[in-house]
């Protein structure tokens, strides 16, 4: 009984560390958008009659950099709402 | 705390869950104010005075037509009824956690539908355009044993749009409601405007943009040969 406790407790910790270690993934995102919207920026300097469409392709651009930090968001979730670990201590 | 989806009731022995409701609510609210809103149009006779809804719904759908004539080419409007559709209910979608519900958008079933029939709309226009032959061909190019690859790069695309739109609906509720276990009183109002507001439309717009995006590079090939 203690040994099942010991080990739920070691299982929760060390999902609730891996979640948190998994969410540097966001640092990517982050230095990719930041990167395109100084680009959109730096387009819209140079062109402001275009700037509906240079706009609009940086969402798009950006939203699709975005991709790796959402997996690492929807894993970092499941490790602490879904934890698929823990299923299998009992 | 919880995110887990609530079961509602049970019909039969099929469990009806929060996003079903919401989404049936979604689709009644938006079918009946479109035929309420298109009432006038069928009766109108030409000189005939129109008030201000049908002006809004002709705002509305010409805005729309615009956008996609701008984004797919005059081809791309015989695409117009679905991705009109898909983003009005997306946004709807999105927007309806401001009312407390819980956004269908934030349940991996609802996302991964939408993917699906996205992605049958992008491998459908690109059969038609190619042809059996050409479609199976492209799958082989630029190698033979690149076929794996091509087809990984197929599926990744829905199970990308999916992911997208699921986790930041998803990631801004479980922000949000982290937030009124800290403070629930007049904070909250600011990160709504950026979580439900700008983060909503901006993923309804994105997840719609992308199966333009797809639609017309699936169509293009045939002008190029």
Redesign the interface.
Known sequence: MNDLLLAKAIVLGLSALGAGIGMIAGLGPGIGQGYAAGKGAEAVGRQPEASGKIT?TM??GQ??A??TG??S??IA?LLL??NPLIRLLS | M???IKTMFYLGRIPITETVVTTWLIMVVLVIGSMVATRRFRTAAPGDKLGTTEHVVEFVVDGLYQFIRETMGKKGLKFAPYISTLLIFLVVANLIGLLGFRPPTADLNTTFGLATISFILIQGTGLRSKGLWGYIKGLFEPFVFMFPLNVISEISTPV?MA??L???I??GM?IMSLLYGVAPILIPVFPHVYFDLFSGI??A??FT??TM?FVSMASDEEEEN
């Open positions: 609009q969402l798009l939203a699709v975005e991709t959402i997996y968001l929807v979730l709402f879904a | 919880d995110i887990g990308s992911f997208r699921f986790g930041n998803l990631g479980v901006i993923q717009f994105i943009m992308l995006v």
